[in-house]
């Protein structure tokens, strides 16, 4: 198993990706702490990993509350015995844009987004030192490796990728890696529903990427197993797009679907 011994902390683990996250990594060996607000469903979570045979434990993390880190940080040691992943999930895609930007919303997307990652990597990385190191992963998005219309959001999602390079840079010394994920147009995530729910559930963003599709939150958990796992011991500061290849082929990808378009169009007028 690759993270036999490993110990992690998952954020925002009581659905989508980071749930997703969290079972990979315990059916893969590691001890898991699984980050959250949600208590009744984050125990339901740690239960069902349990009864299959892994081992999880379902801790309160407000991620903006440094004493929540504190607690989470404790309960690695004493529970588990140490700590060797981060993964900063949690995150919030609350609706703040140009022209007119609420500087509350502005300021808690923020909170959430960027100074939370922040203040786990600052609290785990000793703990991680200690325990032979180890890897941060973070959770960005492709809202942060181009514009889009969101601008808090957007904004907060370059940030995180600004300061998982800096990690990297930082303590490298220290025996730990640091990489961020960018995903793409995800299925069955709070983000995305929200986003199908506003344009009236006609679909994704997938349909523009490469492989015309959205992609499912096991893909994207297999990626960051890779990040987490001493088989990219030598990647760090890396950015990965988990997209079907919306960013590196998104022009193609449109083109594709406008082709396929208009096949379809041809053809029913040739039908009449």
């Known amino acids: 198993m690759r993270l036999e011994n490993k110990v992690a902390i998952v954020t925002g683990a009581t659905s989508g990706i980071g749930e997703a996250i969290a079972r990979c ?42 004493s929540d880190w504190d607690v989470a940080v404790k309960a690695a040691k004493t529970e588990f015995g140490g700590l060797n992943i981060l993964v900063n999930n949690a995150g919030t ?25 922040m203040m ?18 973070n959770i960005s998005s492709l809202g942060g490796m181009y514009g889009t219309p969101s601008t808090a959001y957007s904004t907060s999602k370059w940030a995180m990728r600004g300061l998982s390079e800096n990690a990297a840079f930082t303590y490298a010394d220290w025996g730990i890696r640091s990489n961020t994920i960018e995903p793409g147009f995800i299925e069955n995530t709070n983000m995305t529903k929200a986003i199908l729910a506003k344009t009236g559930n006609k679909g994704g963003l997938g349909n523009m990427s490469l492989l015309g599709r959205d992609g499912q939150p ?43 378009a208009a096949i379809a169009a041809k053809a029913q007028q040739d039908k009449k």
């Open 120 to 137: 786990g990597i600052q609290t785990c990385a000793p703990l991680m030192k200690e325990s032979g190191g180890g890897a941060f992963v």
């Open 218 to 260: 096991a893909e994207l958990a297999s990626v960051a197993l890779f990040l987490a796992s001493d088989d990219s011991s030598y990647v760090k500061g890396l950015d990965v797009p988990v997209d079907g290849g919306l960013y590196s082929g998104g022009v193609y990808g449109a083109a594709k679907g406008q082709i396929k």
């Open 25 to 66: 990594f315990a059916t893969e060996g590691a001890k898991v702490l699984l980050g959250g607000r949600k208590v009744e469903i984050g125990e339901n979570i740690a239960k069902e990993i349990n009864d299959q045979g892994g081992q999880a434990k379902f801790i309160h993390l407000e991620v903006t509350d440094q």
């Open 93 to 117: 895609n609350a609706a703040n844009a140009f022209p007119k930007i609420d500087i509350d919303k502005w300021n808690q997307i923020m909170s959430i987004n960027v100074t939370g990652p």
